[in-house]
């Protein structure tokens, strides 16, 4: 084999070398996080020969929902906020890299939103010592963090309940007490409700 069949020989190994490289890049969401009840944040990693990227966030086990698309286009980043999903619902994800008319390659994640926010409802102090708490139901929830703040003395007591309502006792008496409910389900927690104040009997 002369210089020039060999010089010829090593520039179709370096194409197919590099042809195969590109065919092995594979699509990858890199993450998917519930940002809040109704959004998730999804990152991906770059597709080189992508110009642009779709979106396409669907409801799981749901034939009357819509599906939220998104078009990225490559100078527009790795990473897209969908907004607009219902709380505490599974949603199965899919990128799609696109170059010009053709797709590349699809990949696909499960993502849960977080639960809805619950808010206290009523609260009194049946005795000296204690409170008592009700707060709204919320489906997707699996259990709710109650917090309770003590403003005479800082600290805080935190209880996990599967139900709507708790009693909290040996509190001090005459003391103002700051309650939060929190909602929570396998895909992390909601927003923290507004504060309902309850002041101890004497």
């Not at 708790?166 to 389900?185: F, G, M, P, R």
């Amino acid at each position: 084999m002369g210089l020039l069949g060999a010089i010829s020989f090593s520039f179709a190994l370096l194409s197919v070398t590099q042809i195969h490289e590109c065919n092995a890049q594979v699509c990858k969401i890199l993450s998917a996080v519930p940002i809040t009840a109704s959004s998730v944040q999804v990152k991906w990693q770059q597709y080189s020969a992508a110009t642009s990227y779709i979106l396409d966030t669907r409801q799981i086990n749901s034939t009357d929902t819509a599906p939220i698309v998104l078009v990225v286009s490559s100078g527009q980043g790795l990473e897209k906020t969908v907004q607009g999903l219902k709380p505490g619902t599974q949603y199965n994800v899919t990128l799609k890299a696109i170059n010009f008319f053709f797709v590349e390659c699809v990949t696909s994640v499960l993502v849960t939103t977080v639960p809805d926010t619950s808010q206290i409802l009523d609260g009194s102090s049946p005795t000296s010592t204690s409170i008592s708490l009700r707060w709204s139901a919320v489906p997707s929830a699996q259990y709710y963090t109650l917090e309770v703040y003590s403003q005479t003395t800082g600290k805080m007591l935190n209880f996990n309940i599967t139900n709507t309502s708790a009693v909290v006792q040996n509190l001090q008496q005459s003391t103002n007490y700051d309650c939060y409910v929190t909602t929570v389900n396998q895909a992390g927690k909601g927003d923290r409700s507004k504060v309902r104040t309850i002041t101890t009997c004497e």
